[in-house]
C-alpha cells in the first residue's frame, strides 16, 4: 500500500516531507491539494513522487496522491505559526547547526490532525486558552463500552505553564488509512467515540493537546484481528477488550522487555581483538558473552557490521547488504545473534541511514557526474561536493526525496530487521521523520517488540511521535560530565531528568541513560575516578535504561582502543556488576519507579539526592562526585540506614554517609 502514512499534526512555518510508502521507482505518483483553507494558495508540482509540505496558512489541509494502486487521501492539521514548539525538528532549528554543505533535502520534523476534523476542549470552548510555559503533554486510551469505541485523551500542561489543565485542548484525527465512517464519530471535550458499527477491521485515533503550542501527538489503536499494514501486528495484543473480538494497543509505548534491561555497546574492532585464536571477529565476539551475562548484560548493540571504506567505525557503509569482510561472514553474524539468545541477550544493529561512503560503488559513479543514474541519489552543494555535516569528508548524504534510494534502504532494513531484535539508529535527526515513521510501521508490523532507539544530540520530543520507542538521553549526559568536571553542582542532575518534560516528552517515552560512547573520551580520563563511581551510580539510579560502553566497566582507558583485558579493574567491575544487581532487584530503580526531588542538606555542592518511588517499596538515592566521604542531611525523611548495594550501615550523626553512591530503604 503505498498510502503516504498517519495523519499529520504541524505549525505554519514547519516543513515536512511527504512521500508514498513502499514505493516503487518505476511507477507514476502524483500529489494535489484536495482541499485547503481559504487563505492557502499552496499547489504542487503534479510530476513529483515527494514532496516538501510548507503550509500557507492556518487550518486543515487533505492532500491526495495518486498512485499505482489507487488514490490516497492525508489529513494535515496546521496550526497558526505562534504554536511552533520550541526546538521543532520540523522548524529546522534543533540539531542541525554546525553541518557543512547541507541542502535542506534530510531532517524534517513531525506536524498533524483528524480526518474530520474532530476537535474538543476540557471547557467545550473548541479554542485553547493560550498559557504560558511550554509544551502540553498527552496520552491516549480506548475502551469498548456498550458497542462503541471510547477514546480518552489525558492532557497535561507544561510543568512550567500557568494553565489550568480543564483549559487544555484536545484535537483528535482519525487515521486516513482506516475504513471509518465519520459522520458517526462524535467528539466531547477529550473523548472521541465511534460506533462499532461504523468501524472497519481498524481504528487509529492520534491527537494533540493544545496550550501556548502543540503536544507531541499520541495515538492509539482498535483492530478486530492482527494487520500487517501499520503498527497492530500479528501478536499477541497489549490490551485486549472483554467480550468485543478488539485488540487495542499504544502504538508509541516502548516494547515491556526495553524498559528493563541493561545495555552495553561494543565496538566491534577493538572489544576482541585480543583474540588470535578465532576465525573471525564474530566467534572472538561470542566467547566473551558469558562474561557479559555474568555482569548481568542482557541486550548488545553493536558498532557498524556492514561492508565500509575500512575506517574502523564502520559508519562509512560502501554496502548496505553486506557483511564487513573484515569482521566474518553472514552466516558468523547470525550465529553470533543466535549464541547471545542463547545467553538471554538482545540484539541491537546499528542502522545507517543518512549517507553512504564516498567509496561507494554508486557515489564513486555519480561524483562530478550528472550524467550518472546515482548522481539523484546524493545531495550535492554548488561546488560540486557532496552534501554532509560537520565537514565530514568521506561520506554523502542521501537524497530522501528520490526513490530509488528509499527502495533501496528499506529493503536493507526490511534484511536486517529479520535477524535482530532491534535498531539503533545513526544520526536520526538527518532522515525525514517520516522516513522513520514509514520504518517503525514497517518493522512494528511483523515485530511489535522491535526496539528502535535514536541517536540525537540534542534529543528531541517530536521523534516519540510514531517513530522511535527510547532516546539518548544527551541532555544528561552533557550534564553528568558537567557535574563530573566540577563545572556543575551536583543537583542539575535533577534538572536534566526534570528537562525532558519540560520540553514536551510523553511520560511514555523512555531514555538510554550513557556516561560513555565509541565518539566520546572515556569519563574517568576526563572526570576522575571518584565521579566516575558515582556517575556510574546515576545510571543506575536515575529514570531510564542504563547502557555500558564497552571497557567502561573494567576503567579502560583509551576511547577506541583495543581493551585492556589484562589490566582489568576488578574494583570498578565489580562496582558496575552490584549496580545492575541491585537494579535489577529494585522496582523502584527502573521504568516503574517514580521521580521525586527531596530537600537536603550536604556541606558539599557535588552530592545530590533524591527519591524513587514504587508500591514494593521506596528508596532514598545518593550521590557524590567529589573525593572523600560527606554526610548528607535528609531532614525528616524516614530512612533505613542500610545501604543495599554495600549491605552496609551509613548512618552518622547528623545524616548518612556517602562516598559515591547509596541506596538506602524508606521506612
Known amino acids: 500500500m503505498h498510502h503516504p502514512g498517519p495523519p499529520q499534526f504541524m505549525a505554519v512555518g514547519e516543513s515536512v516531507q511527504l512521500a508514498p510508502r513502499?514505493?516503487?521507482?518505476?511507477?507514476?505518483?502524483?500529489?494535489?491539494?484536495?482541499?485547503?483553507?481559504?487563505?492557502?494558495?499552496?499547489e504542487f508540482d503534479a510530476d513529483e513522487a515527494v514532496i516538501q509540505f510548507d503550509p500557507d496558512a492556518a487550518g486543515t489541509y487533505v492532500l491526495e496522491l495518486q498512485a499505482p494502486d489507487g488514490t490516497h487521501e492525508l489529513t494535515i492539521r496546521v496550526f497558526p505559526g505562534d504554536y511552533?514548539?520550541?526546538?521543532?525538528?520540523?522548524?529546522?532549528?534543533?540539531?542541525?547547526?554546525?553541518?557543512?554543505?547541507?541542502?535542506?533535502q534530510s531532517g524534517s520534523a513531525r506536524p498533524t490532525q483528524f480526518s474530520g476534523g474532530a476537535s474538543g476542549s476540557g471547557s467545550g470552548a473548541g479554542e485553547a486558552t493560550r498559557g504560558d510555559g511550554g509544551r502540553p503533554r498527552i496520552r491516549l486510551d480506548a475502551?469498548?463500552?456498550?458497542?462503541?469505541?471510547?477514546?480518552?485523551?489525558?492532557?497535561?500542561?507544561?510543568?512550567?505553564?500557568?494553565?489550568?489543565?480543564?483549559?487544555?485542548?484536545?484535537?483528535?484525527?482519525?487515521?486516513?488509512?482506516?475504513?471509518?465512517?465519520?459522520?458517526?464519530?462524535?467528539?466531547?471535550?477529550?473523548?472521541?467515540r465511534v460506533p462499532l458499527s461504523a468501524i472497519g477491521d481498524q481504528l487509529r485515533?492520534?491527537?494533540?493537546?493544545?496550550?501556548?503550542?502543540?503536544?507531541?501527538?499520541?495515538?492509539?489503536?482498535?483492530?478486530?484481528?492482527?494487520?500487517?499494514?501499520g503498527g497492530v501486528a500479528e501478536a499477541e495484543p497489549k490490551n485486549a477488550t472483554d467480550g468485543s473480538g478488539l485488540s487495542v494497543s499504544r502504538p508509541n509505548d516502548p516494547p515491556e522487555w526495553a524498559q528493563h534491561v541493561t545495555l552495553y555497546e561494543i565496538y566491534v574492532r577493538g572489544y576482541a581483538s585480543d583474540d588470535e585464536e578465532a576465525d573471525n571477529t564474530f566467534e572472538a565476539l561470542g566467547k566473551r558473552l558469558d562474561y557479559l551475562e555474568s555482569l548481568g548484560v542482557d541486550c548488545l548493540w553493536l558498532t557498524p557490521v556492514l561492508q565500509n571504506d575500512h575506517a574502523p567505525?564502520?559508519?562509512?557503509?560502501?554496502?548496505?547488504?553486506?557483511?564487513?569482510?573484515?569482521?566474518?561472514?553472514?552466516?558468523?553474524?547470525?550465529?553470533?545473534?543466535?549464541?547471545?539468545?542463547?545467553?538471554?541477550?538482545?540484539?541491537?544493529?546499528?542502522?545507517?541511514?543518512?549517507?553512504?561512503?564516498?567509496?561507494?560503488?554508486?557515489?564513486?559513479?555519480?561524483?562530478?557526474?550528472?550524467?550518472?543514474?546515482?548522481?539523484?541519489?546524493?545531495?550535492?552543494?554548488?561546488?560540486?561536493?557532496?552534501?554532509?555535516?560537520?565537514?565530514?569528508?568521506?561520506?554523502?548524504?542521501?537524497?530522501?526525496?528520490?526513490?530509488?534510494?528509499?527502495?533501496y534502504l528499506l529493503d536493507a532494513v526490511d534484511m536486517w530487521a529479520d535477524l535482530?531484535?532491534?535498531?539503533?539508529c545513526d544520526m536520526a535527526w538527518a532522515v525525514p521523520d517520516t522516513f522513520w515513521q514509514e520504518l517503525r510501521d514497517r518493522v512494528k508490523s511483523k515485530d511489535p517488540e522491535f526496539l528502535l532507539l535514536d541517536e540525537t544530540i540534542p534529543y528531541i520530543a517530536d521523534f516519540h511521535d510514531g517513530m522511535f520507542d527510547m532516546h539518548f538521553d544527551t541532555t544528561l549526559y552533557f550534564t553528568l560530565r558537567q557535574v563530573g568536571g566540577g563545572h556543575a553542582p551536583a543537583d542539575r542532575i535533577l534538572d536534566a531528568i526534570e528537562q525532558r518534560t519540560?520540553?514536551?516528552?510523553?511520560?511514555?517515552?523512555?531514555?538510554?541513560?550513557?556516561?560513555?560512547?565509541?565518539?566520546?573520551?572515556?569519563?574517568?580520563?576526563?572526570?576522575?575516578?571518584?565521579?566516575?563511581?558515582?556517575?556510574?551510580?546515576?545510571?543506575?539510579?536515575?529514570?531510564?535504561?542504563?547502557?555500558?560502553?564497552?571497557?567502561?566497566?573494567?576503567?579502560?582507558?583509551?576511547?577506541?582502543?583495543?581493551?585492556?583485558?589484562?589490566?582489568?579493574?576488578?574494583?570498578?567491575?565489580?562496582?558496575?556488576?552490584?549496580?545492575?544487581?541491585?537494579?535489577?532487584?529494585?522496582?523502584?530503580l527502573?521504568?516503574?519507579?517514580?521521580?521525586?526531588?527531596?530537600?537536603?542538606?550536604?556541606?558539599?555542592?557535588?552530592?545530590?539526592?533524591?527519591?524513587?518511588?514504587?508500591?514494593?517499596?521506596?528508596?532514598?538515592?545518593?550521590?557524590?562526585?567529589?573525593?572523600?566521604?560527606e554526610t548528607v542531611d535528609v531532614g525528616s525523611l524516614d530512612v533505613e540506614a542500610t545501604d543495599i548495594i554495600s549491605g552496609d550501615s551509613v548512618a552518622a550523626e547528623g545524616g548518612l554517609t556517602v562516598d559515591d553512591v547509596v541506596v538506602c530503604p524508606l521506612a
Open 502 to 588: 519540560e520540553v514536551g516528552f510523553p511520560d511514555h517515552a523512555s531514555f538510554m541513560l550513557y556516561l560513555e560512547n565509541h565518539d566520546e573520551t572515556r569519563y574517568g580520563v576526563e572526570c576522575g575516578d571518584a565521579a566516575a563511581k558515582a556517575a556510574a551510580g546515576a545510571l543506575f539510579t536515575l529514570p531510564g535504561v542504563p547502557m555500558v560502553y564497552g571497557g567502561q566497566e573494567i576503567g579502560q582507558r583509551g576511547r577506541r582502543d583495543a581493551l585492556a583485558w589484562d589490566h582489568a579493574r576488578d574494583d570498578v567491575r565489580e562496582h558496575y556488576q552490584r549496580l545492575i544487581e541491585v537494579r535489577n532487584e529494585t522496582p523502584a
Open 205 to 229: 485515533v492520534h491527537a494533540v493537546a493544545l496550550d501556548e503550542t502543540y503536544s507531541v501527538p499520541d495515538s492509539v489503536s482498535v483492530s478486530r484481528e492482527a494487520f500487517t499494514d
Open 313 to 407: 567505525h564502520g559508519y562509512n557503509i560502501v554496502d548496505f547488504y553486506s557483511i564487513a569482510e573484515d569482521l566474518g561472514t553472514r552466516e558468523d553474524y547470525e550465529q553470533f545473534i543466535e549464541a547471545a539468545h542463547d545467553h538471554g541477550m538482545k540484539v541491537l544493529f546499528d542502522l545507517v541511514l543518512n549517507h553512504s561512503a564516498r567509496d561507494h560503488p554508486f557515489f564513486e559513479d555519480a561524483y562530478k557526474n550528472p550524467d550518472s543514474e546515482y548522481y539523484d541519489w546524493y545531495e550535492w552543494q554548488d561546488s560540486g561536493e557532496p552534501g554532509t555535516y560537520f565537514d565530514w569528508e568521506f561520506i554523502a548524504n542521501f537524497d530522501h526525496t528520490n526513490l530509488d534510494v528509499r527502495r
Open 143 to 192: 475502551t469498548v463500552e456498550d458497542d462503541v469505541v471510547v477514546v480518552r485523551a489525558d492532557p497535561q500542561p507544561n510543568p512550567n505553564s500557568t494553565t489550568d489543565r480543564d483549559d487544555l485542548v484536545v484535537e483528535f484525527l482519525v487515521d486516513d488509512r482506516d475504513d471509518v465512517d465519520e459522520s458517526a464519530i462524535e467528539t466531547d471535550g477529550w473523548e472521541l
Open 420 to 424: 535482530v531484535d532491534g535498531f539503533r
Open 84 to 104: 511552533l514548539p520550541v526546538g521543532s525538528l520540523r522548524s529546522g532549528t534543533s540539531g542541525m547547526s554546525g553541518m557543512s554543505g547541507y541542502s535542506g
Open 22 to 42: 513502499d514505493p516503487d521507482p518505476d511507477a507514476d505518483y502524483s500529489w494535489h491539494v484536495q482541499s485547503a483553507p481559504v487563505a492557502s494558495s499552496l
Open 590 to 629: 527502573n521504568s516503574q519507579g517514580a521521580f521525586r526531588r527531596i530537600d537536603y542538606d550536604c556541606d558539599s555542592d557535588q552530592v545530590v539526592a533524591f527519591v524513587r518511588e514504587h508500591d514494593e517499596g521506596s528508596y532514598l538515592c545518593l550521590l557524590n562526585f567529589g573525593d572523600g566521604v
